[in-house]
């Protein structure tokens, strides 16, 4: 079993930055695909980025290719979302989660974080 707990979120002007965080416990965090996804109010949860389990590989939804950076430290079974230049309709909840095999969907799910921007 592996929790996930998010951090970091908040409420910034537009064109400011954030760092969310995402804490793996429970197993083996290096070997799992972690991704961030997010719901703003009325919508459905939609894909952000995501990150290979060594790090070495990464994917972009492409409304936040060039502002966003996933990242991780493995050591410290972290999980980062840099978002900076950061825009209303970013305003959203924000969740990380990972695939535990034999699943071939993301099976676990943190609470979420809220990133507020304002104009």
């Known amino acids: 079993q592996v929790q996930l707990v998010e951090s970091g979120g908040g409420l910034v002007q537009a064109g400011g930055s954030l760092r969310l965080s995402c804490a793996a416990s429970?197993?083996?965090?290096?070997?799992?695909?972690m991704a961030w996804f997010r719901q703003a109010p009325g919508k459905e949860r939609a894909f952000v980025a995501a990150i290979s389990g060594s790090g070495g590989s990464t994917d972009y939804a492409d409304s936040v290719k060039g502002r966003f950076t996933i990242s991780r430290d493995n050591a410290k079974n972290t999980v980062y979302l840099q978002m900076n230049s950061l825009k209303p309709e970013d305003t959203a909840v924000y969740y990380c989660?990972?695939?535990?095999?034999?699943?071939?969907?993301?099976?676990?799910w943190g609470q979420g974080t809220q990133v507020t921007v304002s104009s």
């Open positions: 989660a990972t695939k535990i095999p034999p699943a071939a969907a993301f099976n676990t």
């Open positions: 429970g197993r083996t965090f290096s070997g799992y695909l």
